[in-house]
């Protein structure tokens, strides 16, 4: 028989081969996060108004010293609403600080989602036209970033905080901040 009469049932065969590789690779729930590059890195400067007082700019060396979270939400943002008890809770430990960057949000709108579901936050950011947040490598909402006090990014969290990403991920790094690590 010649090769050539083979060759599309090993085509066939390389391919299926090809397919059920990319499935199991593909496994991983997280697949879709991409991530940062700014792990390890010193976060990038910003200078935004607070939420509260527009007319007071915050820069993040006003940040640093203690280690904060900043959670990048919107009122517009319909995960951000399911995050929100669990940063609440997560808040009220007092553990590090929960800095609220609130992202292409209108001020008025976002004070009030506040009014209305409370607010967790020590200070609340406002980067009205989203341009601090292209240095962050912001790219949706909700997104969270663990900063130590020397302002460098520890962890970065896109999507909505579960109790479980608390627990299993972001307290045991900020007890190893705690610990000087």
């Not at 009014?115 to 936050?121: I, K, L, R, T, V």
């Not at 970033?145 to 991920?169: M, N, Q, S, Y």
């Amino acid at each position: 028989m010649k090769a050539s009469r083979w060759l599309p049932l090993a085509m066939f065969f390389a391919l299926a081969a090809l397919l059920a590789a990319g499935v199991w690779m593909s496994r991983n729930p997280d697949r879709d996060v991409l991530p940062s590059p700014l792990i390890g890195k010193p976060a990038p400067d910003f200078a935004l108004p607070v939420l509260h007082e527009p007319a007071r700019t915050v820069r993040l060396q006003a940040l640093r010293g203690q280690p904060f979270l900043l959670n990048v939400w919107g009122s517009w943002c319909v995960e951000c609403r399911v995050e929100h008890p669990v940063l609440t809770r997560f808040a009220e430990t007092k553990r590090v600080r929960v800095v609220g960057y609130n992202w292409k949000d209108e001020p008025a709108d976002a004070l009030r989602w506040l009014a209305q579901f409370g607010n967790p936050y020590w200070i609340v950011l406002s980067d009205i036209e989203g341009r601090a947040a292209i240095d962050w490598g912001i790219y949706g909402a909700p997104e969270t970033f663990l900063v130590d006090g020397k302002g460098i990014i520890r962890w970065k969290h896109v999507g909505p905080l579960t109790d479980e990403v608390v627990a299993g991920e972001l307290l045991p790094l900020v007890a190893k901040i705690e610990a000087g690590q």
